[in-house]
Nanobody
Framework: QVQLVESGGGAVQPGGSLKLSCVASGFTFSSYTITWVRQAPGKGLEWVSHINGGGSTTRYGDSVKGRFTISRDNAKNTLYLQMNSLKPEDTAVYYC??????????WGQGTQVTVSS
């Protein structure tokens, strides 16, 4: 069955860095665009970034552009999100999700990122 498992979250001070991972299984990873989505406490879902199946095309939300970098290793079925210059407003649960047509059909369980001094 399709599974997406995130890891790498934690607590970090403002200005710090974290690298999230999302390990996929149960489907042909390289055939899908994968997305990072986050949800801050008490707020709705926010699209963060996505990368196409081959890794040649990436997009970022305005709030993270220039600070976050999405990448993937298709040989390892793994998606990454390198987060630098973290701000308190980046505090959220981060999810990876598989994009299918115009929806996200599978989601991971999420990993918590907390940015606080």
């Amino acid at each position: 069955q399709v599974q997406l498992v995130e890891s790498g979250g934690g607590a970090v001070q403002p200005g710090g860095s974290l690298k999230l991972s999302c390990v996929a299984s149960g489907f042909t990873f390289s055939s899908y665009t994968i997305t990072w989505v986050r949800q801050a406490p008490g707020k709705g879902l926010e699209w963060v970034s996505h990368i196409n199946g081959g890794g040649s095309t990436t997009r970022y939300g305005d709030s993270v552009k220039g600070r976050f970098t999405i990448s993937r290793d298709n040989a390892k079925n793994t998606l990454y999100l390198q987060m630098n210059s973290l701000k308190p407003e980046d505090t959220a649960v981060y999810y990876c999700a598989r994009r299918a047509s115009y929806t996200y059909d599978y989601w991971g369980q999420g990993t918590q990122v907390t940015v606080s001094s």
